[in-house]
């Protein structure tokens, strides 16, 4: 964990260092400043009966939305971002649809600048989120398709704030330290009612709570220091990579495992409305996965940028 955790803060150093290079302090220009993205990707495969090499029909599709709304004040800077994305996959001869990735996330960061430098005494919100229910698949006796939900919105739900120092080189690259982080993780009281009148339900139920939070709360609290970073930079003329870290450790409980989102979001322009786009993600949080999530997506869609 400590290494994967030294192997990020390198690898974000590293593309900070590149981009420093590569940008120049954007000019100052008091009032909103406001920039968003939309894309679709969509994939899909079908096989008649006839066909001998094998395959399955299929469809799957994803939607992505990112929004910025920012804001100066002279001295005073105040930067949002909206993060919306939802896919979802189809097999013919499976029951179900699949979700390939669900995510609603909002960050906001209030700086007011320290002297003529890129360092900024700041205060940070970040909410995060699902759209839809989650589910766990399996079979029953007979060998059909079953399913179990396991997630929906709001559960999980996280909200983070606290203030901190952040230092600005410009819009695409960021770093916010934020020592005294309080962080709230928010569940569905279904998911953790337990009855403590049968023996050994309680017992089983701390084995592995949901997401961290004790029998028959719908909260957790949790107190800690948290890091934010981003960089945007172009690789080519036509390709950019946009990186964002964060790290976040729990001074109340376990402060050594630290938490890690990173994502590397990889975009080919091909045109106005054209574009490929690659996304790496991973997680490590020992209250939701004793291990890290891992996630990767490719595809070719649709792209309006207003």
Do not use: H
């Not at 609603?104 to 320290?114: A, R």
């Not at 919105?153 to 203030?163: I, V």
């Not at 120092?165 to 953790?192: E, G």
């Not at 084995?207 to 970073?229: L, M, P, Q």
């Amino acid at each position: 964990m400590k290494k994967f955790v030294f192997l990020s803060v390198l690898l974000f150093s590293t593309y900070i260092a590149s981009a420093q290079d590569a940008t120049e302090n954007d000019s100052i220009v008091n009032g909103w400043k406001t920039a968003g993205n939309i894309s679709l990707l969509f994939n899909q495969a079908a096989f008649n009966a006839e066909w001998t090499g094998g395959g399955t029909s299929n469809y799957a599709g994803n939607l992505t939305l990112t929004y910025d709304f920012n804001y100066r004040k002279d001295k005073l800077t105040w930067d949002n971002r909206i993060l919306a994305d939802y896919g979802i996959t189809k097999n013919r001869d499976e029951e179900f649809s699949k979700k390939t990735n669900d995510r609603l996330e909002l960050n906001s960061i209030l700086g007011q600048q320290i002297n003529d430098t890129n360092w900024y005494y700041s205060f940070f919100v970040n909410f995060k989120t699902q759209f839809a229910p989650g589910y766990e698949f399996g079979e029953d006796a007979d060998g059909n398709e079953t399913r179990t939900e396991i997630t929906r919105f709001m559960s999980p739900g996280y909200l983070q704030f606290g203030p901190g120092i952040l230092w600005k080189k410009n819009d695409n690259l960021k770093v916010n330290i934020a020592p005294a982080t309080a962080r709230f993780i928010f569940v569905n009281s279904d998911f953790t009612a337990v009855d403590t009148t049968v023996d050994g339900a309680l017992e089983a139920y701390n084995e592995d709570k949901y997401f961290g939070v004790d029998a028959n709360e719908t909260s957790r609290f949790e107190f800690g220091a948290s890091i934010s970073a981003y960089a945007k930079f172009k690789l080519m003329e036509n390709i950019s990579a946009e990186n964002i870290l964060n790290l976040y450790s729990n001074y109340l409980e376990d402060p050594q495992n630290v938490d890690v989102d990173y994502t590397l979001n990889v975009v080919l322009k091909v045109n106005d409305y054209i574009s490929s786009n690659v996304t790496f993600q991973a997680i490590y949080d020992d209250n939701a996965v004793k291990g890290f999530q891992i996630r990767e997506a490719l595809g070719l869609g649709l792209t309006y940028a207003f």
